[in-house]
């Protein structure tokens, strides 16, 4: 039984705020701040994002209430009452609490009937993770209706209050470059889909061919992390003796080992070449690629891995990215990139998107393949 994403969502808090005016909202850290700002910001291409907290630091909308707008927007649109979902999935980074789960606590705002629910935890794969969840339940028939939401909120995490008694890296009060670096780099933001075991009456629907989700952990040490010191298990933020110890050991700042960045790449490029070897998709059908990458560097690295391996990529005007314009919203952003992609009319029946989804966290792949039909499927 195919399954159908009929109708998108997305939340973006706030006014998009310009690169000039990042440290009025999440404030400087270190002597080195301003330094660490323009590289990364220079490389990454991002011009505006959104954040989910104002210049005093305080948030203004929650994790948990982004992805309920998105979703009742994408219920909205698609014409579907809240009666009818059956299944809510979701992934994010950090959900506001530790405990109960992030569906949970969406389920609970969204004041909808009983239901199944499935929260997804990890990086920029945890809505993806979600997204095939309620795909699979739905092609074996299980679920009728389903809404699937992703939605971060980074910016919590990057307030510079939040780096007051950490350790600094050098005598000058200087930042590590892998403690700073992500607070330039991530945003705030959610989208939603409505997947359903038939496509909408009117308009495109966008059926879900099939999601490959590979990870490559075996293969490296952690490059993205949040919870200790190394990004290893021997030492979390719960063993230390107090919160306080934990802080200032740096263990509740998120972190990214930049030299593992290219690691990133050719795994990414391994798993393309593993798919277009089984056949799974042919590139010169490919209207369009719409592709999560953190940074325009990190695509130019990607472009040159295929070239060098001579490997037949997606045609080049078929990418399709926001990350200029609404920021790196890690695990929401291919449902916001999928929003803006079909809600701006560039859709049409009979396309076929290849969809890509990268991980650093400890490294995993995820792609999908969806085709634009009508309302007869």
């Known amino acids: ?18 690169n000039e005016e990042i440290d009025e909202y999440l404030g400087a850290v270190g002597p080195n701040s301003e330094i660490v700002r323009d590289q990364t910001l220079a490389n990454n291409g991002i011009k505006t994002r959104h954040y989910a907290i104002d210049k005093q630091q305080r948030t203004t909308v929650s994790n948990t209430e982004m992805a309920v707008s998105a979703i009742r927007e994408a219920l909205r649109r698609g014409e579907v009452g809240v009666d009818e979902i059956d299944l809510i999935a979701a992934g994010t980074t950090i959900a506001d609490l ?7 606590m969406i389920h609970g705002a969204l004041d909808c009937p009983p239901c199944e629910v499935i929260s997804a935890g990890g990086l920029c794969n945890a809505g993806m993770t979600a997204l095939k969840a309620a795909h699979l339940q739905i092609t074996a028939g299980e ?45 705030d933001g959610a989208g939603a889909f409505v997947v359903r075991d038939r496509p909408a009456a009117r308009g495109v629907s966008l059926r879900i061919d099939w999601i490959s989700l590979t990870s490559y952990a075996n293969t490296g040490p952690t490059c993205m992390y949040f919870g200790s010191e190394s990004g290893g298990t021997e030492r979390t933020w ?41 056949g799974r998709f042919d590139p010169d059908e490919i209207r369009w690629f719409p592709a999560h990458y953190s940074s325009e560097k990190m695509k130019e690295m990607v472009l040159k891995q295929l070239q060098r391996r001579k490997v037949h990529g997606p045609p080049l005007e078929s990418w399709f990215s926001n990350l200029q314009q609404v920021g790196n919203i890690g695990s929401a952003a291919i449902f916001v990139i999928l929003d803006e992609l ?24 995820a792609f999908m393949h969806l085709t634009a039909v009508g309302a007869d499927g």
């Open 342 to 365: 079909v809600t701006s009319g560039l859709v049409s029946e009979g396309d076929k998107l290849l969809c890509m989804v990268p991980e650093s966290g400890r490294f995993s792949i």
């Open 238 to 278: 719960l063993d230390h003796a107090t919160d306080q110890d934990a802080s200032a050991a740096g263990a509740l700042v998120m972190r990214q080992n930049l030299a593992l960045l290219p690691h990133l790449v050719r795994c990414g490029v391994d798993e393309y070449e593993r798919l277009l070897a089984e």
């Open 143 to 187: 679920k009728q209706t389903a809404v699937v939401a992703a939605s971060e909120f980074s910016s919590r995490a990057f307030k510079s209050q939040r780096y007051q008694g950490v350790r600094p890296a050098a005598e000058d009060g200087s930042m590590a470059l892998e403690m700073a670096f992500l607070r330039y780099m991530l945003s």
């Open 98 to 104: 530790l405990a109960p789960g992030f569906a949970s």
């Open 1 to 18: 039984m195919p399954a159908y994403i009929t109708s998108t969502g997305r939340f973006l808090p706030g006014a998009p705020v310009p």
